[in-house]
């Protein structure tokens, strides 16, 4: 059997269908031809009602064996909002029993297309990592600036601090129950100390805590 080759291209328009819960309505208008098989039936008003957005990153994850272009990536997929269900289209096809859902795809690639397309091209972590930073907040931290470059180590989860205590305690349990199956670095610290300010990942930390050790993205002097 021939391997799939992965690129930008064959993900932005693949079929995630089997990586969401979805239902629809379906209307028959039989006649005597569909005895005693319906064949005629249309289908109406297509709503996804939950969205593995874990497994839709992993996909798009494929396109780098790089551990740290994986984070990116995933924080691509999770920044133009893939988890919203209005960012997906239903393509519905005639099938010998009537109408059914072909696949569902990416309803505008545009936006994810161009983010993972500077993170695949980037020179260094630090780009890679200010690219995703500058989409999902808008600007860059001052001192991460300082920074010559950042990389991935391995961390005790108790020698990690988040940062903002209020905020940590208000994390939404849906969303860290989301990332019960990630496996990459859990997000951006600043090592203080011998300890580690959490400044990015609360949801991502908050779903490991019962880990010993994560992975924790800090910069290098």
Known sequence: MKKEVITLKTLLD???QYFMDCDYNTERHCDESCDPICRCSTIKNVKINSIDIDHIAKEFCKLSKDSFTQYCIYRAVISCKLWDKD??????????YGEEVGAITIENITELRDLLSSILSAKSNKEMLFIVLEKEYGYILPELKNFKDFEIMSAYTDIIDAGNKLHYRKLEKNVVYQYKDYDLAIGVG?????????????????AKQNSRTVKIIVGVK
């Open 87 to 96: 960012c997906w289209y239903a393509h519905i096809q005639r099938g010998y």
């Open 14 to 16: 693949k079929n995630f």
């Open 190 to 206: 600043i090592l203080e100390d011998e300890r580690i300010r959490l400044i990015d990942g609360y949801h991502r930390f908050a």
